[in-house]
């Protein structure tokens, strides 16, 4: 069997690297010149934790991952309103769950893709001939590609999704945020905020700091916006949106790197009926983002594409795997976006009384209850996918799909 993936991020490197042990031929094209140094922190766990263990690359993750022992919210001259520590949200997943920079996790990844695996950066898709027997991918080199399965792994404004199920706004549901994210060298902000999740604890807009190796500190910022477009120039966005912000907000402001170097998006998540037509199917952010809110992107980008590889590796029919691997994640999927619109008030509050509800619900959140009350309506429902997925014993090959 010969897949192609469009896109080279966390989901399609998870994806190549299954249906590569699965015994498929696989072609990676990715459009940036080269790996994305851009992101921001996140916190790994849930059913991608599990599929990351199961694909024997949870060790690396956690090599490359960041010690935080709490999250602290500060007012404008640095002084801790509300706190939460890392360990009381970490021993609600059963101590399953690492801080990484998105860029080393897509790192730990790659490293896991085999050489074999062809992956062609600065190259993308121009046309897809979708069949019900396979798919003619024209490139941007101007190559072709006959393939039995075109998988579209190119997040959240995916070409392959446009091409094969329509335009963006037909899917993308947009939350009112837009986010940034950037790093920088300050010695002394980074002895700061060392071993913590430092945000502002202001109302609209928020900055968040983190400490990294080599006395870097990385930068996370989200504010609230009825215009879901975005702006030709991202750091004289972020200069304007935040440059009312206290504490240590201005220096960071004025570290702000070039507009190439830092990452800008819109808040949003991705909606659809159905996630493959014939020989194309999406995953990750392509095809179901749950927003940075939820907390649970890429998480669910490596658990799709798991689900995805086994379900192709088990059935007797491209077909039938694509309909199992969306009957199985879908409900998954679902719960992880209601939780992110639900809880979008606390992540950013509009008013001062949520912000003041906010600070009450965090110093609760030490007492033994109300603690995993917290924790669950950060992270949603618990599903063990991927414990019963591998539970199952494989009936056919790749090799038989077709």
Request: aromatic share 6%; charged share 25%.
């Amino acid at each position: 069997m010969k897949v192609v993936i469009c896109g080279a991020g966390i989901a399609g490197l998870a994806l190549a690297q299954r249906l590569d042990a699965s015994g498929a031929e696989v072609v990676v094209v990715e459009k940036a010149p080269g790996p994305r140094p851009q992101g921001y922190m996140i916190d790994f766990f849930g059913p991608g934790y599990d599929a990351a263990e199961a694909m024997g690359v949870l060790p690396r993750i956690r090599e490359l991952g960041h010690h935080v022992d709490e999250m602290t919210y500060r007012d404008e001259h640095g002084r801790p309103r509300s706190r939460m520590r890392f360990a009381q949200f970490a021993k609600i997943v059963n101590g399953r769950l690492v801080s990484i920079m998105r860029p080393d996790l897509e790192r730990a990844l790659r490293e896991h893709v085999p050489d074999r695996v062809e992956v062609r950066y600065g190259t993308t898709l121009t046309h897809v001939g979708n069949r019900a027997d396979g798919v003619t991918v024209t490139l941007t080199d101007g190559g072709t590609i006959e393939a039995d399965l075109l998988v579209g792994a190119d997040g959240i404004h995916s070409t392959v999704r446009r091409q094969v199920f329509g335009a963006e706004r037909d899917f993308l549901r947009y939350l009112g945020f837009h986010t940034a994210a950037y790093s920088f060298d300050d010695a002394d902000i980074h002895d700061q905020v060392t071993g913590q999740l430092c945000l502002t604890d202001t109302v609209d807009r928020q900055m968040g700091f983190y400490g990294l190796q080599d006395r870097r500190v990385a930068v996370f910022a989200v504010h609230r916006t009825a215009d879901p477009a975005l702006p030709a120039d991202p750091r004289a966005a972020i200069r304007h949106e935040y440059g009312t912000l206290g504490w240590m907000v201005p220096r960071a402001l004025a570290a702000c790197p070039a507009p190439e170097e830092v990452y800008y998006d819109q808040v949003a998540q991705i909606e659809m009926p159905t996630w493959s037509r014939d020989r194309v199917v999406l995953i990750g952010d392509a095809a179901y983002a749950v927003s940075l809110l939820a907390g649970q992107g890429a998480s669910l980008g490596i658990t799709g594409a798991y689900v995805l590889a086994e379900h192709l590796s088990r059935a007797d029919a491209v077909e039938t795997a694509l309909e199992r691997y969306e009957q199985m994640l879908r409900p998954v999927v679902t719960d992880k976006q209601r939780v992110a619109r639900k809880g979008t008030r606390w992540f950013i509050p509009a008013t001062t009384r949520q912000l003041h509800i906010r600070r009450a619900a965090l110093g609760l959140s030490r007492l033994p209850v109300v603690d995993r009350y917290v924790a669950a309506a950060l992270s949603g429902k618990s599903t063990a996918i991927i414990t019963n997925l591998r539970a199952t014993a494989p009936r056919s090959t790749l090799s038989n799909a077709t």
